[in-house]
């Protein structure tokens, strides 16, 4: 009886907060309800929609061509790669096969967004922990990147490059030279990463054993990308299903085994590095030839169920299109990776401080946009 | 003999050529007041330019340069703004306790500020348990910040307010023992009499091994009392939003604003008055011109702000658990230590001395 007592004046209560929508570590306008005890976490339940746009609905409306403006439009930091998913699936669908050149540039694309994609992720994931000064130097990075996509497409953010049967224009005459100054100078400033934050004590502390995530959890939960391959699950699409000029050139998947935020932290690093590697195989053999294959001007996929996934710097994109025989896809699917990333949060973060929450949320590097589409 | 006396002493000998003595005492009051308040403003205001200008050189940025000179006025305009801006606050909120807790803060660093001797006898009051005094007087805010996070009425800010709580109580033990090690070695509070000490050198030499980990501590343990990065726990902006001021708008999430800035200059000073020989110059190259001591006072307190600023814009932020962890774990034993092995070094007269 007298136990009781005492056990309940010293009786902790749980509460909830509201982390969000207007939060600054949720990355845009994802709702997080956490409830808490005092600082440990006891559950994580994500509130999505305050930025759905039904794109997937607005792709029924549109033509293929039409589609591809959209795309770039769900996982902003990815969408070169984005749209190149939509192009393939409708290549795919067509039987057409594009140029050589096309395939190349496609993929030095590709991997300069990924690069641009994991500069600002290692800026933000400095800034979430705490030292902001990582968000200037990957931003440092990235505007280079962005300068070469401005010369080339036109646009720094949502770039429209890619389009069914190929590119929209041809590279600019920079391009090349652009590119290989730029690999020079990112390879002397990717060290700097290191030194700034992946050396530090308390980086380590703060992100080793956080957030762990097991190699079966993050199959179960469909996990992909670097947030799989910290776990140690092999999952890379361009490794096991080489799209565009991805199966001529060798590459090394990044794989830890730790599966906390470090080892996903390690994962991104890894893969800026590789990036760097594709490029480089690459950047000197771009083939002569044209910039895309005559499509017509009303593309009508014939009747059937068509899929191609890719994979952007969040993990496995899917796109999925059925079609009547119509100049629209009937149905329109997109399977994005940071929802299934998203998932995972209550089940790693759940026993942890709200300052894992914060850590853990950086590494799993969600970008609403692509949740909510 | 030269010193600031003269001009103190001129003042006083002409208040109270025209005026009776008792209200001399108060007259002079007024002004000595006058004069920290303005000195508080001007700390603030630089200290705030600094920090920016500091932290756009990490950052690859230029900083404010727009307004005046080297973006001389940036922090006045900002002033300017934040006295313009309207007072919110929660419906909700325990007004009266809302509205105190600036003024703890803001007081408890103006108090701290006094005892400082800037200069050869250039201080509002020198008492002898100087040291005491100031860290007695640095726990009063803590209060301003528990009561500002409680009375918003916002669970951010409560948070907030109670991370502070257990931050400032644990490292405030860090901050005294590692101050205690050092007064082993003057064997008085007063802060004048630190400072005549420390003409046989600077008691960072003086006691050389002991006093260099006593100077590691007191700067990290300093840097967590003011609340700075690596240990904004209080405010961890992607974690809390703001933090204990959350709710705080206009004047008064300024005045929470220059308190911290304040009180990372009175840590600075602290460190330079009991490891850095204070307004002494470097071997005593300057000692016939007295007023360059608050050159040299000023010269050493800048040299640790920048080192805190430094901290802050290089580390992440501690969690909070670690945060007790590094106090109480391993602050705490190696500061206890630290006082034996200092005690023992007195004892055998190892102190090193000019």
């Given at each position: 009886m007298e136990t009781d007592t005492i056990n309940n004046s010293f009786k902790s209560e749980e509460y909830f907060i509201n982390m969000g929508p207007q939060h600054p570590a949720t990355h845009g306008v994802l709702r997080l309800l956490l409830t808490i005890d005092g600082e440990i976490i006891k559950k994580v339940e994500p509130d999505l929609g305050y930025i759905h746009r039904s794109i997937e609905k607005m792709c029924e409306r549109d033509s293929y061509q039409q589609i591809v403006h959209l795309t770039d439009r769900m996982d902003y930091l990815s969408s070169h790669i984005n749209n190149e998913a939509v192009c393939l699936a409708v290549e795919n669908a067509l039987e057409i096969e594009v140029p050589e050149r096309v395939k190349v540039i496609r993929t030095i694309i590709d991997e300069l967004t990924r690069i641009s994609s994991h500069t600002l992720w290692w800026g933000v994931m400095g800034m979430d922990v705490g030292a902001l000064t990582s968000y200037f130097y990957g931003f440092r990075d990235r505007e280079l990147i962005n300068d070469i996509f401005e010369e080339t497409c036109g646009a720094r953010l949502t770039m429209n490059y890619n389009i069914p049967g190929g590119l929209m224009q041809d590279i600019h005459p920079n391009f090349v030279k652009r590119v290989k100054e730029f690999i020079a100078h990112f390879k002397t400033k990717l060290p700097e990463y290191d030194k700034l934050l992946t050396g530090n004590i308390i980086f380590q502390k703060r992100t080793k054993g956080v957030g762990v995530l097991s190699k079966e959890d993050a199959i179960a939960f469909g996990a992909s990308g670097p947030v799989a391959r910290g776990s140690g699950?092999?999952?890379?699409v361009r490794k096991y299903h080489p799209y565009s000029a991805l199966d001529k050139i060798t590459f090394n998947e990044a794989l830890h085994t730790e599966g906390d935020s470090y080892a996903r932290y390690l994962v991104r690093i890894q893969e800026m590095w590789e990036s760097i590697s594709i490029i480089e195989q690459l950047i000197d053999n771009i083939p002569e030839g044209d910039f895309k294959v005559a499509t017509k001007a009303v593309i009508k996929l014939p009747k059937g169920e068509y899929y191609q996934k890719v994979e952007t710097a969040r993990g496995e994109l899917g796109v999925y299109i059925i079609s009547t025989g119509g100049k629209n896809p009937h149905r329109m699917k997109f399977r994005s990776p940071g929802l299934s990333n998203l998932s995972l949060l209550n089940h790693i973060t759940v026993g942890g401080k709200i300052g894992d929450l914060v850590a853990t949320m950086a590494t799993i590097d969600i970008v609403v946009p692509d949740i909510d589409r | 003999m030269y010193s600031s006396l003269i001009i103190t002493n001129n003042i006083h000998s002409w208040v109270l050529s025209w005026m009776p003595a008792a209200a001399t005492g108060i007259i002079e009051m007024i002004m000595i007041a006058l004069a920290y308040l303005t000195l508080f403003a001007v700390l603030g205001l630089f200290l705030v330019l600094m920090e920016r200008k500091v932290a756009a050189w990490f950052q690859l940025r230029i900083g404010p340069n727009r307004v005046g000179f080297f973006g001389m006025f940036q922090t006045i305009a900002d002033a300017l703004k934040l006295l313009s801006k309207e007072l919110t606050g929660t419906d909700k909120a325990d007004k009266f306790l809302y509205n105190l807790a600036p003024y703890f803060l803001i007081i408890s660093s103006l108090m701290a500020l006094a005892v400082f001797p800037f200069s050869k006898n250039l201080q509002a009051f020198d008492i002898n348990i100087g040291i005491f005094f100031l860290i007695a007087i640095s726990s009063i805010g803590v209060i301003g910040i528990l009561l500002g996070g409680w009375s918003s009425n916002n669970k951010f800010a409560l948070i907030g307010a109670m991370r502070s709580g257990v931050q400032t109580i644990s490292y405030e033990l860090s901050v005294g023992l590692s101050l205690l090690t050092m007064i082993l070695l003057t064997g008085s509070l007063q802060l004048s009499e630190i400072i005549e000490v420390q003409k046989s050198g600077w008691l960072i030499v003086q006691g050389h091994i002991p006093a260099v980990i006593a100077f590691m501590i007191y700067m990290i343990a300093g840097t967590a009392e003011t609340n700075r990065?690596?240990?904004?726990m209080v405010e961890a902006e992607s974690e809390l939003g703001a933090g204990f001021h959350t709710e705080y708008s206009g004047m008064k999430f300024a005045y929470f604003f220059l308190a911290e800035f304040i009180n990372m200059f009175i840590i600075a000073a602290i460190g330079t008055t009991v490891f850095f020989g204070g307004w002494l110059s470097p071997f005593g190259i300057t000692e016939s011109i007295p007023w360059l001591g608050v050159f040299w006072f000023m010269i050493k307190t800048f040299a640790l702000v920048f080192l805190m600023m430094w901290f802050r814009w290089t580390f992440p932020r501690l969690r909070v658990d670690q945060l007790l962890t590094l106090e109480w774990k391993y602050l705490l034993p190696i500061n206890l230590f630290n006082i034996v092995l200092m005690a023992i070094i007195i004892w055998l007269n190892f102190t090193i001395q000019f």
């Amino acid at each position: 009886m007298e136990t009781d007592t005492i056990n309940n004046s010293f009786k902790s209560e749980e509460y909830f907060i509201n982390m969000g929508p207007q939060h600054p570590a949720t990355h845009g306008v994802l709702r997080l309800l956490l409830t808490i005890d005092g600082e440990i976490i006891k559950k994580v339940e994500p509130d999505l929609g305050y930025i759905h746009r039904s794109i997937e609905k607005m792709c029924e409306r549109d033509s293929y061509q039409q589609i591809v403006h959209l795309t770039d439009r769900m996982d902003y930091l990815s969408s070169h790669i984005n749209n190149e998913a939509v192009c393939l699936a409708v290549e795919n669908a067509l039987e057409i096969e594009v140029p050589e050149r096309v395939k190349v540039i496609r993929t030095i694309i590709d991997e300069l967004t990924r690069i641009s994609s994991h500069t600002l992720w290692w800026g933000v994931m400095g800034m979430d922990v705490g030292a902001l000064t990582s968000y200037f130097y990957g931003f440092r990075d990235r505007e280079l990147i962005n300068d070469i996509f401005e010369e080339t497409c036109g646009a720094r953010l949502t770039m429209n490059y890619n389009i069914p049967g190929g590119l929209m224009q041809d590279i600019h005459p920079n391009f090349v030279k652009r590119v290989k100054e730029f690999i020079a100078h990112f390879k002397t400033k990717l060290p700097e990463y290191d030194k700034l934050l992946t050396g530090n004590i308390i980086f380590q502390k703060r992100t080793k054993g956080v957030g762990v995530l097991s190699k079966e959890d993050a199959i179960a939960f469909g996990a992909s990308g670097p947030v799989a391959r910290g776990s140690g699950y092999s999952c890379d699409v361009r490794k096991y299903h080489p799209y565009s000029a991805l199966d001529k050139i060798t590459f090394n998947e990044a794989l830890h085994t730790e599966g906390d935020s470090y080892a996903r932290y390690l994962v991104r690093i890894q893969e800026m590095w590789e990036s760097i590697s594709i490029i480089e195989q690459l950047i000197d053999n771009i083939p002569e030839g044209d910039f895309k294959v005559a499509t017509k001007a009303v593309i009508k996929l014939p009747k059937g169920e068509y899929y191609q996934k890719v994979e952007t710097a969040r993990g496995e994109l899917g796109v999925y299109i059925i079609s009547t025989g119509g100049k629209n896809p009937h149905r329109m699917k997109f399977r994005s990776p940071g929802l299934s990333n998203l998932s995972l949060l209550n089940h790693i973060t759940v026993g942890g401080k709200i300052g894992d929450l914060v850590a853990t949320m950086a590494t799993i590097d969600i970008v609403v946009p692509d949740i909510d589409r | 003999m030269y010193s600031s006396l003269i001009i103190t002493n001129n003042i006083h000998s002409w208040v109270l050529s025209w005026m009776p003595a008792a209200a001399t005492g108060i007259i002079e009051m007024i002004m000595i007041a006058l004069a920290y308040l303005t000195l508080f403003a001007v700390l603030g205001l630089f200290l705030v330019l600094m920090e920016r200008k500091v932290a756009a050189w990490f950052q690859l940025r230029i900083g404010p340069n727009r307004v005046g000179f080297f973006g001389m006025f940036q922090t006045i305009a900002d002033a300017l703004k934040l006295l313009s801006k309207e007072l919110t606050g929660t419906d909700k909120a325990d007004k009266f306790l809302y509205n105190l807790a600036p003024y703890f803060l803001i007081i408890s660093s103006l108090m701290a500020l006094a005892v400082f001797p800037f200069s050869k006898n250039l201080q509002a009051f020198d008492i002898n348990i100087g040291i005491f005094f100031l860290i007695a007087i640095s726990s009063i805010g803590v209060i301003g910040i528990l009561l500002g996070g409680w009375s918003s009425n916002n669970k951010f800010a409560l948070i907030g307010a109670m991370r502070s709580g257990v931050q400032t109580i644990s490292y405030e033990l860090s901050v005294g023992l590692s101050l205690l090690t050092m007064i082993l070695l003057t064997g008085s509070l007063q802060l004048s009499e630190i400072i005549e000490v420390q003409k046989s050198g600077w008691l960072i030499v003086q006691g050389h091994i002991p006093a260099v980990i006593a100077f590691m501590i007191y700067m990290i343990a300093g840097t967590a009392e003011t609340n700075r990065a690596p240990f904004d726990m209080v405010e961890a902006e992607s974690e809390l939003g703001a933090g204990f001021h959350t709710e705080y708008s206009g004047m008064k999430f300024a005045y929470f604003f220059l308190a911290e800035f304040i009180n990372m200059f009175i840590i600075a000073a602290i460190g330079t008055t009991v490891f850095f020989g204070g307004w002494l110059s470097p071997f005593g190259i300057t000692e016939s011109i007295p007023w360059l001591g608050v050159f040299w006072f000023m010269i050493k307190t800048f040299a640790l702000v920048f080192l805190m600023m430094w901290f802050r814009w290089t580390f992440p932020r501690l969690r909070v658990d670690q945060l007790l962890t590094l106090e109480w774990k391993y602050l705490l034993p190696i500061n206890l230590f630290n006082i034996v092995l200092m005690a023992i070094i007195i004892w055998l007269n190892f102190t090193i001395q000019f």
